[in-house]
């Protein structure tokens, strides 16, 4: 990986360090972590946890790789930009159980920045304090079954103040984290405040502790079958949840703030780990067309046209995405999220897709083994797919981006009615 934005001596030391840790330690260790967890679809998965996970914990924090990602306002944090943690992120985005073991993962992270930015001390202490020490994980509750999720103003699930204590009721599925035994805290966005004439202050962020009494975890939801345990994406119904008051999250009808300046960083560190994937697919498309062994026709399947044709595709679509993440990454650095909301809705469309041609090319070199359990390109296709929903679908994002571009239309057409009085001015005088 290269980039042409600079960064410091600083980053490009942990750069290599996290790269030697990912590429020698977590990679080799993911067939240990996928034995411990023992078959897909077992009961036990959502019970036992792999201790070489921990392990790599241990050893991501005795190399100084822990809480990267933590954003400058906070006082721990390791000081790093977007534009620096995102060409990181890349780097764990390589191996499945990496961001865990640096403690980088989401939706631990985007939690993490909720605490740190927008809760207050006794919230930072009693939840922020121990997923930064990793002694707990989180999930986000937003995605509902029964409305269009896509468009955040139609959530249903309601908080209710009653006295000195929240009353939440609703139902929520697709929500990540929720399976892990160590899941000890929700992140709930529901409404608070439907009359609000303002569709974007009708929702707010409560806090809701895991064993809280009237949470029921309905049934965990597979990816392409993956179950992803422990971690898990369940759907859950919140029955009469009763939260003390001080558990609300900024304030009443602050939903959408803190969700927007959740998911920003979050698009970017989610690109980034996707062309992390990108690179190590490309990789065994390389091994498997350039094995000495694997002749097609009396030459390697690297001497057929079309695979060096796929390769060099692949090497061209990683560079550009990578360029487009790293743009964005730079200019929320200089100029905010806001400022760069474009530039994320476009990574965020382009790069899922990007990746997802580039494992299906290695898939198809792989033949019928490409699809199977035998290599990773199978659950890497399953993982990415779900990007072009998450965090908000495709069409969402390209919406966005046209609109984006429809408001220069003004402005060039006052510039296109100047270059012509321009050519009459000059035509006249010939």
Same mark, same amino acid.
């Given at each position: !990986? ?25 990679? =080799?260790?993911?067939a240990v972590h996928h034995k411990q967890l023992g078959r897909e679809g077992s009961a036990e998965r959502w019970k036992s946890l792999p201790s070489v996970t921990e392990h790599l914990k241990t050893r991501a ?45 989401? =939706?631990?992270?985007?939690? !993490? ?28 509750? !937003? +995605? ?12 249903? +699930? ?10 939440? +009721? ?19 966005m529901g409404k608070n405040d439907p009359d609000n004439s303002n569709q974007h202050k009708q929702q707010s962020v409560i806090i809701i502790p895991a064993d809280a009494k009237g949470i029921k975890i309905v ?10 345990? =422990?971690?898990? *994406? ?16 900024? /304030? ?17 560190? *989610?690109? !980034?780990?996707?062309? /992390? ?62 400022a760069a909301m474009n530039e994320i809705a476009m990574a965020k469309v382009i790069v899922p897709a990007m990746t997802l041609a580039v494992i299906d090319r290695a898939i198809q070199s792989h033949g019928a ?23 908000? =679908? ?37």
């Amino acid at each position: !990986m290269s980039t042409f934005f600079a960064i410091s001596p600083r980053v490009e030391a942990l750069k290599k360090t996290l790269s030697d840790f990912v590429e020698f330690e977590c990679i =080799p260790a993911e067939a240990v972590h996928h034995k411990q967890l023992g078959r897909e679809g077992s009961a036990e998965r959502w019970k036992s946890l792999p201790s070489v996970t921990e392990h790599l914990k241990t050893r991501a924090k005795s190399l100084g790789l822990w809480n990267l990602f933590l954003p400058s306002y906070y006082p721990e944090s390791p000081g790093l930009t977007n534009l620096e943690y995102g060409v990181l992120c890349e780097i764990m985005g390589r191996s499945p159980i990496a961001a865990e073991a640096c403690n980088c993962s989401a =939706p631990d992270t985007g939690n !993490m920045e909720v605490f740190a930015k927008y809760g207050t001390p006794a919230q930072k202490q009693k939840w922020l304090v121990p997923l930064m020490e990793g002694k707990i994980r989180s999930a986000f509750a !937003m +995605t509902e079954p029964a409305v269009a999720s896509s468009d955040a103003t139609n959530i249903e +699930t309601r908080i209710v103040r009653d006295g000195n204590e929240y009353v939440v +009721t609703g139902r929520k599925w697709w929500i990540s984290g929720a399976g892990d035994p160590r899941c000890a805290v929700y992140l709930v966005m529901g409404k608070n405040d439907p009359d609000n004439s303002n569709q974007h202050k009708q929702q707010s962020v409560i806090i809701i502790p895991a064993d809280a009494k009237g949470i029921k975890i309905v049934r965990p939801m597979t990816v392409f079958g993956y179950d992803d345990a =422990p971690h898990g *994406h369940m759907e859950m119904i919140f029955d009469n949840v009763r939260v003390p008051a001080e558990n609300m999250v900024l /304030g009443d009808g602050r939903g959408f703030e803190i969700v927007q300046g959740r998911l920003g960083p979050g698009r970017i560190h *989610h690109c !980034m780990r996707a062309i /992390g994937i990108a690179e190590r697919a490309l990789e065994y498309h390389l091994l498997r067309i350039t094995d000495p062994k694997r002749t097609a026709f009396g030459k390697t399947l690297s001497q057929h046209g079309k695979q060096s044709f796929d390769i060099a595709a692949s090497r061209m679509e990683i560079d550009q995405a990578r360029m487009l993440v790293l743009r964005a990454a730079a200019t929320m650095d200089a100029k905010g999220p806001k400022a760069a909301m474009n530039e994320i809705a476009m990574a965020k469309v382009i790069v899922p897709a990007m990746t997802l041609a580039v494992i299906d090319r290695a898939i198809q070199s792989h033949g019928a083994g490409g699809v199977g359990q035998d290599f990773p390109l199978a659950y890497m296709y399953a993982s990415v797919r779900t990007l072009r929903i998450a965090d908000g =679908p495709d069409e969402v994002h390209t919406v966005q981006i046209a609109k984006h571009e429809l408001k220069r239309a003004t402005a060039l057409r006052a510039h296109e009615q100047k270059q012509l009085g321009n050519q009459k001015q000059m035509l006249a005088k010939l």
